[in-house]
């Protein structure tokens, strides 16, 4: 099975948008959303939900009033200042390290599973799909991306699917570390900033130590020339791929408020077409060659 992860170094670059798009021109695949600290692929596609599960993760600790004696080694111990004055626990300052919970002397502190989330299997006018929701700040994205991951695999593999289209997180952290580790490539977002700019080329180099072969598109690249081609010199002189550059088209908002792909809501439009063409030449990329 095949998997592409769609990245970015940065929030907001038209990665989903485009990931959705993908979805309506693909055939035989499932699609993840892992993008879990922001899901919004479902605002486009509107998945029908066929299983709920909560994610479990993480502890959270509780102080025993009863018990507790206030002798205030937690509080002196806590490195989140997680506990107050009336030794109640923040749960959100709480980082489930379990200090306090190991040394309480009179084991008055609870340290229960924490619930961060749910995960969810569903279906979609595109096919089936697996995404999730972590709760509002939450830890351990990391975690549930690889299970949405996982997730999506069995999908496929229950469905005779061979391609597995991922919404990944943006920027370099944890959770797009876990996105893209055995994925047969990632196509990155850029838009034509200076810093759109810069932090696709630490996603380049990120994808490059975990040798996932990338490849780079440029959204809105008219509205930079000059940043477009700055970011098509860096991906030259780094063996990566620029599959295409999309214009400014406003008929991608247009077909969001629809909860439409642009394909779908005007495939004549140059966004449309654009995207058909990245959609190809990325599509070439995931076939093996024969030999």
Known sequence: MKELV??????????????????????????????VDAADLHLILNPMIRERHDFVSGHTAGIDAE????????????????IDEDFVVDAIACEGCGVCYYFCPE??????SSTCGEWFLSDTRFGPMAHARLGIAEENSGKL?????????????????????????????????????????????????????????????????????????????????????????????????VVGRIPFD?????????????????????GAAAVRKIWERVAQRLTPKRT
Not at 252 to 268: H, N, P
Request: proline content about 5%; hydrophobic content about 40%; some cysteine.
């Open 6 to 35: 769609v990245i970015s170094g940065k929030g907001g670059t038209g990665k989903t948008s485009l990931l959705a798009a993908f979805a309506s021109l693909a055939e035989k695949k499932v699609l993840c959303d892992a993008d």
């Open 145 to 241: 991306v690889t299970l949405i991951r996982q997730e999506g695999k069995k999908l496929a593999a229950e469905k005779n699917l061979d391609l597995l289209l991922t919404d990944g997180p943006p920027g370099i952290g944890c959770p797009v570390i876990a996105s893209l580790g055995g994925a047969t490539a990632v196509l990155i977002v850029a838009e034509p900033t200076v810093s759109g700019r810069h932090d696709m080329e630490r996603v380049v180099q990120l994808s490059d130590f975990f040798k996932i072969p990338a490849m780079v598109c440029i959204n809105k690249f008219d509205l930079n020339p000059g940043q477009a081609e700055a970011i098509e010199h860096f991906a030259r002189e780094n063996n990566v791929e």
């Open 107 to 112: 084991k008055a502190i609870a340290f229960p």
């Open 67 to 82: 018990r507790c004696t206030r002798c205030g080694l937690c509080r002196e111990l806590c490195r989140w200042n997680a």
């Open 250 to 270: 406003p008929v991608f908002t247009k077909a969001m408020v629809q909860g439409q792909t642009i394909c779908e809501y005007d495939g004549s439009s140059q």
